[in-house]
């Protein structure tokens, strides 16, 4: 869901949100418009109006883990099916079950050859972008990713771990109040619907393409301090993984090993101007958001091989 | 009559106009680059052609036509036709077969109402002809939302739906769409006012690629001249990249979004498109058979174009013809092979297929209508994995297995240089990236690799063993290599 669907509009509130721009698409609307039967795995489940088939899946015992990793689904937040670790089968082929509205009749099932490789497969490709230091990451043990991956029997996934294959991007520990490690980042867009959605904040967005495709800020600012930010601290909650934490907490669940923490667990921080900030909205008001298009063509050619 | 036609046309005419009262215009291209500027001097039923025309060419054949005592001088090649609104195609060099679509390609003034009505006429034919006459007319290229599907129940399902309906002419990225938008931009229009009648829509969204400046200003050209056009109609930029032709992206750009992401589906653009209205998104290319199939024109032919290691052509085929003539207009003889149906369609070297979806789809290549040769000394393996990386560098970021999958397949492929060669690995991981991405541009995307490891496993098999057959691989690596110990000497 996007800003330009103002979320309150039976409400008569001044247009808070026109100059929001998130970089993310319009998605229709993918929920069943009326009460559903379906069958998930044998088992006949009923789902409201307003439901999608992982609605349906959820209602029972199934044959096999449906991770659904980057489905959140309340508040105006998603479906926004960028991890597509929901694939079921249908009588339609395999479908994302998040973003795939519960039709009657439908016929579905979790453990078919095709659903389940697939969300292996997604799942691992999720981990082949993560920064796996569980160890020094202040979400251990409450982590959407971890859950899933146990839940999955991940023991060593076929892609490796961000580690194996680039740079690190350095921790933004700019903020007083939420530090950002877009290694962990899964790109599931949760933070950047709550703070433009539903906080209405137009700070966080979307931004870049392909590998670059990251969290950024809507003012251009290139750190959380010089963001719009004003530390409501929503993305926090609702983040699967140690993306976004609040300070404070980034070695809440960290091992006790001396000299290794998630601080310097990659080894390049950003850290705050130590500049001293007014109220807590200083920026906010007098910085116009971002809008400049995208243009361009594809990116050269790479050295091959 | 002296027409000169295609890019660089203006100062050749203008050196004409010179030397002569008869009529000297510009026209668009024919869809062969290579003999443009191209000189039609026409007179009395007979066309004569002269190809790669500089101005003094055009001077000379301007100071003598319309002078009965005087011959023209030798021209490549002379046609005699009825008076006729069509290009009488010559025999030439990347002409190939009759041509339907494109027949006014080269032969009309672009931006002239007037010429378009002399030739073919403007028809408002009401909606119900149209649905009868265009209705099964096949979707054309992968900016279609109904590629390869008959357009008109998707017409009549945004006609029966509530709402403001849109139609968007999505005439980006494709060479096929950017020559019938560059040379014949009425019948583009054409058939999209057809659609925006029997849909009955309030708005045409013609969206071009902001590189294919030509395009856009004859299209805006058209749409100005264009009488008792239906609705309100409006030519939209989008960024030049690839990704940005797919249609809901292309809807993202039409809403004016500063980042193009594609949307997620079902439901499609025909129930939530431009500001959540139903809309039709149909290629320029479509829209033209459309407009054809309204005047009775045969609409099965395929407009194809071809590049590569060759002579960039655009040429019109039957659908009894098979894709080797459109590579051999093109001037190719001898290649590696040839990619079928786009930036992601399918290596092959058996060139024997007819070009329409049902047949391309046997043999697992695309159908976006544009042939890329591989020359004779290419390599398929670095051409497939340099295909790869563009994916991995070009996607637009949102979905997991495109993402992420274009980057671990260019990984796998990589490996192979290090004998590294995990078939099983690689198969699975294109399987979950056809069937599990988003939009066109991440379940196409596998495909260039997984034709070339049909076509030419014992390539894969080789490189796998440190070899390259084409030799390309290593003289490039060699080249790295001297690259880099010079740099390391300085």
Redesign the interface.
């Known amino acids: 869901m996007s800003s ?2 103002h979320p309150h509009a039976e409400f008569d509130v001044p247009p808070l949100t026109e100059t929001i ?1 998130p ?8 929920k069943s418009a009326e009460t559903t039967t379906l069958t998930v795995d044998g088992h006949e489940v009923t789902v409201p109006e307003g439901s999608t088939v992982l609605d349906a899946v959820e209602e029972v015992e199934t044959d096999e883990y449906v991770p659904a990793l980057c489905n959140y689904d309340r508040e105006d937040i998603g ?1 926004r ?5 929901c ?1 079921v089968e249908t009588n339609e ?2 479908v ?1 079950s998040c ?3 519960a039709e009657e009749g439908l016929e579905v099932s979790t453990d078919a050859e ?1 659903a389940s ?2 969300r292996d ?2 799942l691992d ?2 981990l ?2 993560h920064n796996l230091r569980c160890t020094t990451c202040g979400k251990n043990g409450r982590c959407d990713l971890q859950d899933a991956s146990i839940e999955n029997d991940v023991e060593e996934p ?2 490796g771990v961000f580690d194996d ?1 680039d740079a690190y991007e350095p921790i933004d520990d700019s903020s007083d109040f939420i530090q950002i490690d877009r290694n962990k980042c899964i ?1 599931c867009n949760r933070c950047v619907e709550a703070c433009n959605d539903v906080q209405v904040e137009g700070v966080l ?9 990251r969290i950024g800020f809507q003012n251009g600012a290139e750190t959380m301090e010089g963001s719009t930010c004003v530390s409501c601290g929503h993305c926090v909650t609702v983040c699967p993984t140690g993306s976004l934490v609040e300070k404070g907490l980034e070695d809440a669940a960290t091992l006790p090993i001396p000299g290794f923490n998630q601080k310097n667990s990659v080894g390049k921080v950003i850290e705050s101007s130590d500049v001293e900030k007014g109220p807590m909205t200083p920026m906010k008001a007098d910085q116009v958001t971002e ?9 050269e ?5 | 009559m002296v027409r000169v036609a295609g890019r660089g046309a203006e100062e050749v005419a203008a050196a004409a106009r010179e030397r002569t009262d008869v009529p000297v215009v510009d026209v668009g291209s024919t869809g062969v680059p290579g003999v443009e500027p191209l000189v039609v001097a026409t007179d009395d039923g007979r066309s004569a052609f002269y190809a790669n025309a500089t101005p003094d060419d055009a001077e000379s054949v301007a100071s003598v036509i319309g002078e009965p005592t005087r011959a023209l001088p030798d021209a490549d090649a002379t046609v005699t036709h009825d008076e006729t609104g069509a290009l009488p195609v010559p025999d030439l060099d990347g002409f190939s077969g009759s041509r339907s679509v494109l027949a006014r390609c080269g032969w009309l003034r672009p931006a002239s109402a007037d010429d378009y009505a002399e030739s073919v006429g403007f028809t408002d034919a009401a909606a119900d002809e149209v649905v009868d006459a265009a209705g099964g007319v096949l979707g054309r290229g992968w900016g279609d939302w109904n590629a390869d599907e008959p357009a008109g129940a998707l017409w009549e399902g945004v006609r029966d739906r509530d709402g403001s309906p849109a139609v968007v002419v999505n005439a980006h990225g494709n060479p096929g769409d950017a020559l019938l938008a560059e040379s014949d931009p009425f019948a583009v229009l054409e058939g999209a006012a057809h659609v925006a009648r029997v849909v009955d829509a309030v708005q045409v969204f013609v969206y071009v690629s902001e590189t294919d400046e030509r395009a856009r200003d004859t299209l805006e050209a058209a749409a100005a001249a264009y009488p008792d056009f239906p609705t309100d109609v409006a030519v939209v930029e989008g960024p030049s990249a690839y990704r940005a032709a797919e249609p809901t992206m292309a809807i993202e750009a039409v809403e004016g979004n500063h980042r193009l992401e594609a949307r997620l589906r079902p439901p499609g653009p025909e129930v939530e498109g431009v500001f959540g209205e139903p809309t039709v998104v149909h290629t320029a290319r479509t829209f033209a058979h459309v407009a054809g199939a309204v005047r009775g024109d045969d609409t099965s032919t395929r407009v194809l174009s071809v590049t590569g290691d060759t002579q960039d052509v655009t040429v019109e085929l039957g659908e009894t013809d098979t894709v080797r003539s459109a590579v051999e207009a093109s001037g190719a003889t001898d290649y590696t092979g040839v990619l079928v149906g786009g930036r992601f369609g399918g290596l092959t070297r058996k060139l024997d297929v007819a070009p329409t979806p049902i047949a391309l789809d046997e043999r697992d290549l695309g159908t976006d209508g544009v042939l890329e040769v591989l020359g004779s000394d290419a390599c398929p393996v670095a051409f497939v994995g340099r295909r790869s990386q563009f994916a991995a560098d070009s996607n637009c970021g949102r979905c997991v297995p495109c993402r992420e999958g274009s980057t671990q397949l260019s990984e796998l492929l990589r490996d192979i240089y290090d004998g590294e060669f995990n078939e099983a690995k690689i198969t699975e991981l294109l399987r979950v990236m056809e069937s599990t991405s988003i939009c066109a541009f991440g379940r196409n995307a596998p495909r260039p690799v997984r034709t070339g490891l049909r076509e030419f496993r014992d390539h894969f098999e080789a490189h796998a063993n440190g070899e390259c057959p084409s030799g390309q691989c290593l003289v490039d690596a060699d080249a790295e290599a001297e690259t880099e110990a010079e740099a390391a000497t300085l």
Do not use: F, K
């Open positions: 330009q669907e721009a970089g993310t698409a319009t998605d229709p609307d993918v479906p099916s960028e991890c597509r670790t694939m082929g395999i994302p973003s795939t509205p095709a490789e697939a497969v997604n490709l999720v082949s972008d076929r892609y294959r790109l967005r979307m931004e870049g393409h392909g590998q670059d495709t809008t400049s298009r995208e243009t361009g063509g594809d990116a050619e790479r050295q091959w091989p």
